[in-house]
């Protein structure tokens, strides 16, 4: 159980965290690899091959959550194709109640995604989140990805947080490693699953898949 009188400042990933990922995985893995298919005339298995090696080249990178740098790569709308399927957009269950609580509590929340401003305005604009957080911050106004020290050194500047007092949650644990080394306090991995990862050799973050689990 988290101490909260311990703990000013939440910072919150939003795909995969307070959001589902089924969204994700469906554009990347299907719709897209449909889109581009049919638009250079590719069997289905050469699409997804060609573009899971173009997703892969990307991987913790900005561009990897870039729709500008994907439409242009693909030539394809993905902005469109977004908006398109963003009935998909869903909040994990029990992340509004938590929420709830951390604003109860008084404390300063904060979505940090690695997610592009267009893609979280698509996004975010289907929940009812937006008016618990005090800031959102993507990495891209930052200019690197939560991956690098260099976003968690901007972000310390820009919401002035303590990060002693600090949790933070992902589902991403590369990125929890960053922020593990830069020295915030308390780190949760938000796991789908409900199991608990282990890595040889690396540090395990406690790990969750239901919001209530967090507080009383
Ligand atoms: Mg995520």
Redesign the pocket.
């Known amino acids: 159980m988290i101490s909260w009188p311990d703990i000013d400042c939440i910072l919150l ?5 307070l959001l589902d ?1 089924h969204f994700d995985d469906y554009f990347w893995e299907e719709l897209v690899p449909q889109k581009f298919a049919a638009k250079n005339d590719l069997p289905m298995d050469e699409a997804k091959k060609r573009l899971f090696a173009a997703y892969k080249a990307q991987e913790r990178t900005l561009n990897w959550t870039d729709v500008d740098y994907w439409s242009g790569q693909l030539n394809l709308d993905i902005v469109a194709m977004k908006e398109e399927i963003c009935d998909l957009v869903k909040v994990s269950p029990g992340a509004e109640c938590f929420l709830q609580f951390l604003q109860r509590q008084g404390k300063t929340i904060v979505l940090v ?2 997610a592009h401003p267009k893609t979280m305005q698509i996004k975010l604009r289907r929940t009812p989140l937006i008016p618990y957080f005090t800031a959102m911050i993507s990495s891209s106004e930052i200019g690197a990805p939560k991956e690098a020290i260099e976003f968690w050194r901007e972000a310390e500047q820009r919401l002035k947080f303590d990060k002693g007092r600090t949790l933070f949650i ?3 644990e590369a ?1 929890l490693y960053t922020a593990d080394r830069f020295g915030i306090k308390l780190l949760f991995h938000k796991n789908g699953d409900g199991g608990c990862k282990s890595h040889a050799g690396q540090k395990r973050f406690p790990s969750f898949s239901d919001f209530n689990d967090l507080y009383p």
């Open positions: 990933d939003m795909d995969g965290t990922k995604t690695n992902d589902d991403n990125v």
